[in-house]
T-cell receptor, first 114, second 112 residues
Framework: DQQVKQNSPSLSVQEGRISILNCDYT??????FLWYKKYPAEGPTFLIS?????DKNEDGRFTVFLNKSAKHLSLHIVPSQPGDSAVYFC?????????????FGQGTILTVHP | ETGVTQTPRHLVMGMTNKKSLKCEQH?????MYWYKQSAKKPLELMFV???????ENNSVPSRFSPECPNSSHLFLHLHTLQPEDSALYLC???????????FGEGSRLTVL
């Protein structure tokens, strides 16, 4: 049973436009959510996170939105750049920031075309 | 120095071989993790170590044996693996007051 799901395996976006990556979860105990980015032949790198006490967190071009009632979060990248092309993983934890046991989604391949 | 370093980056082994994957972190973190990434599957947590003590074994077969001699080093000893164990094995570390994991670049394992 997959507790974190990214239902879109891939997303293609034009440079300068908005990229929206979606993630759904089933475990209501999850209280901390993260997005990771992964280039080929590299490990995942942390991008942005959000605690369940918030519904939005912004960092430069990246914004994460959390809808707890729908058990849904999304990552917005605006404007998108070709260098953003990578695999994006959503992850969730049920231990707040102190535990760090993350459950990951399958990933979404983002391609940003020039 | 990079934060989390894994060696080897690539490993090919037969089902009867014994090999080890090594992970080293230079971030001063106290928690270290092994994750497995198979093709078209989410990252799967295998083991967690906090202050050198194993705190999580996610029902991993005994042919995978972790070792954490200190907070900076983590090993994954491999023996009598199966072809379906072929995957990318990722090591990660975490600081005490943060929920973010810092990953290494992974060890790509192929079992023939």
């Amino acid at each position: 049973d997959q507790q974190v799901k990214q239902n879109s395996p891939s997303l293609s976006v034009q440079e300068g436009r908005i990229s929206i990556l979606n993630c759904d979860y089933t475990n209501s105990m999850f209280d901390y959510f993260l997005w990771y980015k992964k280039y080929p032949a590299e490990g995942p790198t942390f991008l942005i996170s959000i605690s369940s006490i918030k519904d939005k967190n912004e960092d430069g071009r990246f914004t994460v939105f959390l809808n707890k009632s729908a058990k849904h979060l999304s990552l917005h990248i605006v404007p998108s750049q070709p260098g953003d092309s990578a695999v994006y993983f959503c992850a969730a934890s049920d231990g707040g920031t102190s535990y760090g046991k993350l459950t990951f989604g399958q990933g979404t391949i983002l391609t940003v075309h020039p | 120095e990079t934060g989390v370093t894994q060696t080897p980056r690539h490993l090919v082994m037969g089902m009867t071989n014994k090999k080890s994957l090594k992970c080293e972190q230079h971030l001063g973190h106290n928690a270290m993790y092994w994750y497995k990434q198979s093709a078209k599957k989410p990252l799967e947590l295998m083991f967690v170590y906090n202050f050198k003590e194993q705190t999580e074994n996610n029902s991993v077969p005994s042919r995978f044996s972790p070792e954490c001699p200190n907070s900076s080093h983590l090993f994954l000893h491999l023996h009598t693996l199966q072809p379906e164990d072929s995957a990318l094995y990722l090591c990660a570390s975490r600081g005490q007051n943060t929920g973010e994991l810092f990953f290494g670049e992974g060890s790509r394992l192929t079992v023939l």
